[in-house]
């Protein structure tokens, strides 16, 4: 099992990011972690929640535009140069990351990476084959 | 041809033609109507001044205006009792618009419909159901007796009713519908839905003549496959004269303008310049024969073009083309000449985009800036970045190669652009000109 992203296009103005936050909190949708991908206009809102369908009903019911789309969630060891490390088996095997983030709490000495890419499949065949521990369920991440 | 001495008269026979009964249009028009006396005074220009057809830049513009100013018979060039007909447009704004005819003004109205429908292979054989509204509006009358003096057997059923005009076409044996295209394929949606066993193919209807409002080949080509017929466009304005000003021929490609009765110019909606035939513009009509109600250079504010061929149906009379838009919603744009029509079109090519879409005009630096905005829904959103402005740089790519205008393309959220029609919500214009 992946972990299921949830995605929402919001207009780069002001109120409009706390507007899709409003509509998650009060159907008590957790976010575990997030980042934004801004340009100009518009900004593309992911995020990892406890109820990724939960929140697209939440959102549709408000005409917000979102999606859903399977990411690679990989523990890697906090420390010095082990990003690299990570990334580095990607390049070897030419895969090709879209985007990438990280989840805001620790578990251990250990944090957890958020990957994006065209063939999920390959990056976990990949990442399993070099001992990487595939995180698939998120809800014991505190959600 | 129902009248091929001046359906397929030489050019230069016709442009003689034309310049006489001009000639005794405004004429009559500045001798007999004080309203277009006054107008030409103001102008400068008397009949007597002119010459040849190129004077025709000197006549002043008729707009629908003036026609709601002189609301009921201010623009009738006859005594009334000389006036057989009225009708009237029903208006949106302001005032309604009233025109008249005398006998003859009749007579030239059947006389162009009969040519029109005798354009589409029709005779005094065939069985014309006139669905279109009989009343104030010229469409039901107009075909009525167009159909009568061509010799057809006419059904005068007027609009609606469509279980009793599926029986008329079946039991009268209708070969011809006359209606607006909209009409005939909710004919062709109630035969779907509530008469499956009903089959027009099996009845004798073989064509319908449909105007009174803008049509597109996609809607010909739905009306034909759908209904087994073929589908003809028949244009018309009450303020010229009805339908019948131009009609569709058997070649199906643009519509021959009955120019023994109505000159025609297209000019340019901004300056009121004369254009060279074959440029896009506003089309402009001047009532050559007309005793009531002449029409002199009458602002369509319709968008076409006109240009001569040399039709396989042998007429001689120059065709203008569907037309495309209203001058009201042009818009310039560094010089060039956008319809939000055309923007929509683009948008609408381009898969997953609605047809809802917002353009905002602006002036900086001394030159125009246009956006368009555009919902992003589901089919069109990505979580990928790269993804959205692929889709801008298509959209923009687009309008640039068929349009020829810069736009910058701002992907706003669903529901957001108002969703209302008119100009007023599709473009706002924020230049101080
Ligand atoms: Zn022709």
């Not at chain 1, 509509?23 to 929640?49: P, Q, Y």
């Not at chain 2, 042009?330 to 917002?358: A, D, W």
Request: charged share 30%; hydrophobic share 40%.
């Amino acid at each position: 099992m992946n972990v299921t992203q949830l995605s929402v296009f919001i207009e780069n103005k002001p109120g409009h990011l706390q507007n899709v936050l409003k509509i998650l909190g009060e159907k008590n949708i957790n976010i575990v972690t997030l980042t934004i991908a801004e340009t100009s206009d518009f900004g593309i809102l992911r995020m990892i929640v406890n109820d990724p369908e939960g929140g697209v009903r939440a959102l549709r019911e408000s005409h917000v535009t979102c999606s859903t789309n399977d990411v690679l969630a990989v523990e890697i060891d906090d420390k010095p140069g082990s990003l690299y490390k990570a990334i580095d088996t990607f390049a070897r095997r030419k895969l090709n990351i879209e985007y990438m983030y990280a989840f805001t709490e620790k578990r251990g000495d250990k944090a957890v990476m958020i990957f994006r890419f065209d063939d999920i499949d390959a990056a976990k065949k990949a990442m399993t084959e070099e001992g990487y521990s595939i995180v698939s369920k998120i809800d014991i991440m505190g959600a | 041809m129902f009248n091929k001495e001046y359906e397929a008269m030489p050019v230069d026979k016709l442009k003689k033609l034309q310049y006489e009964r001009l000639k005794w249009s405004l004429t009559h028009a500045y001798n007999n109507n004080p309203f277009y006396k006054k107008k030409f005074d103001a102008a400068g220009f008397h009949p007597d001044k002119f010459k040849s057809l190129a004077d025709m830049k000197h006549v002043p513009f008729l707009y629908k205006q003036d026609m709601r100013d002189n609301y009921p018979f201010g623009l009738f060039a006859v005594p009334m009792s000389k006036v057989v007909r009225v009708h009237s447009s029903s208006g949106t704004t302001g005032n309604a618009t009233v025109v008249g005819y005398t006998k003859n003004d009749v007579g030239v109205f059947a006389e162009v419909v009969a040519r029109s429908l005798a354009a589409y292979g029709a005779t005094e054989n065939d069985v014309v159901q006139v669905a279109y509204g009989y009343g104030l509006f010229t469409g039901g009358l107009g075909l009525h007796y167009g159909a009568e003096k061509l010799g057809a057997m006419t059904v005068p059923i007027s609009g609606g009713n469509t279980e009793r005009q599926l029986m008329l076409i079946k039991d009268f044996g209708t070969t011809i519908m006359a209606c607006t295209p909209s009409y005939m394929l909710n004919i062709a949606d109630y035969i779907e839905k509530k008469r499956p066993d009903y089959n027009m193919r099996a009845t004798r209807l073989r064509a319908g003549v449909l105007g009174a409002e803008p049509w597109s080949e996609n809607m010909r080509k739905e009306i034909e496959s759908r209904l087994g017929i073929e589908a003809f466009d028949i244009y018309g304005l009450s303020e010229v004269i009805g339908p019948g000003v131009s009609t569709e021929c058997s070649e199906k490609s643009g519509l021959h303008v009955f120019e023994d009765h109505f000159y025609v110019e297209i000019i340019d909606p901004e300056t009121g310049e004369i254009l060279p035939e074959g440029e896009k513009g506003e089309i402009v009509y001047t009532s050559l024969t007309k005793e009531a109600f002449p029409t002199i250079r009458y602002r369509s504010k319709d968008i076409t073009r006109l240009y001569r061929d040399s039709c396989k149906c042998g007429r001689t009379l120059i065709k203008m083309e569907k037309v495309t838009g209203r001058s009201d919603d042009m818009m310039i744009i560094r010089g060039v000449n956008v319809f939000p029509s055309q923007i929509e079109s683009v948008l609408m090519e381009i898969e997953g985009t609605e047809p809802h879409y917002q353009i905002i005009l602006d002036r900086k630096a001394a030159l125009d800036d246009i956006e368009v905005k555009v919902e992003v829904n589901e089919k069109l959103f990505s979580d990928e970045v790269k993804v959205l402005n692929d889709l801008s740089k298509r959209i923009g790519d687009r309008m640039r190669s068929a349009l020829g205008i810069s736009a910058k393309i701002t992907l706003v959220e669903p529901m957001t652009i108002p969703r209302s029609e008119g100009k007023a919500v599709r473009v706002i214009d924020k230049r101080k000109i």
